[in-house]
């Protein structure tokens, strides 16, 4: 398996622009998960889902960010609008959703607001 | 919710030498603690992870320690190699299942040859 793919790797935007991160989780795993990592702040838990069915959103910082998981293979996390406190690299990361399982990050994205 | 402290921030040692990283949790149902290591560019990687009902975990020259009391719970790496440097995250679980993590901010480890 190719592991846990996000794309774009690199994105540079100016504020106010959206931006829409994807990810697609390892094949079988049915829990899925983004967070953002900061230097100030360090790895936080943005929302996650079991089964495609989002079960905790609480760390999504405020209404600019939505996150939508249409099917098993795909995830999207979206900014709209950006602004440069956004700034940060954004990992997905799956699971088995079994209890106590592994989660597999992938290589992440360094999202830059201008 | 779950709050998640991790002690110190960065730490150097010499080749050979141990290294410890200690972890202190506030939600007293929380009964997951995995740790990650994170390499330059690279999303993190879970190295060794410990439930509530064991109070040790040894795993070649990495254990962990949980003191669920005290809430506290400690990386050890013994026998330190370069290719040990890096950025170790420990998580505490905030479902039952052990799905979900809250993770501390992180230590960046340098081992020195």
């Known amino acids: 398996d190719a592991g846990v793919i996000q794309s774009p790797r690199h994105e540079v935007t100016e504020m106010g622009q959206e931006v829409t991160l994807r990810c697609k989780p390892i094949s079988g795993h049915n829990s899925l998960f983004w967070y953002r990592q900061t230097m100030m702040r360090g790895l936080e838990l943005l929302i996650y889902?079991?089964?495609?069915?989002?079960?905790?959103d609480s760390g999504m910082p405020e209404d600019r960010f939505s996150a939508k998981m249409p099917n098993a293979s795909f995830s999207t996390l979206k900014i709209q609008p950006s602004e440069p406190r956004d700034s940060a690299v954004y990992f997905c990361?799956?699971?088995?959703?079994?209890?106590?399982?592994?989660?597999?990050f992938g290589p992440g994205t360094r999202l830059t607001v201008l | 919710g779950e709050n998640v402290e991790q002690h110190p921030s960065t730490l150097s040692v010499q080749e050979g030498d141990s290294a410890v990283i200690k972890c202190t949790y506030s939600d007293s149902a929380s009964n997951y603690f995995p740790w990650y290591k994170q390499e330059l560019g690279k999303g993190p990687q879970l190295i060794i992870d410990?439930?509530?009902?064991?109070g040790e975990k040894k795993d070649q020259r990495i254990a962990v320690t949980l003191n669920k009391t005290a809430k506290h719970f400690s990386l050890h790496i013994t026998e330190t190699q370069p290719e040990d440097s890096a950025v170790y995250f420990c998580?505490?679980?905030?479902?039952?299942?052990?799905?979900?993590?809250?993770f501390g901010k992180g230590t960046t480890l340098s081992v020195s040859s």
């Open positions: 889902f079991n089964n495609n069915v989002p079960i905790d």
């Open positions: 410990i439930r509530s009902n064991v």
């Open positions: 998580a505490a679980s905030i479902d039952q299942a052990g799905t979900a993590l809250i």
């Open positions: 990361a799956s699971s088995a959703g079994q209890e106590y399982n592994e989660q597999f």
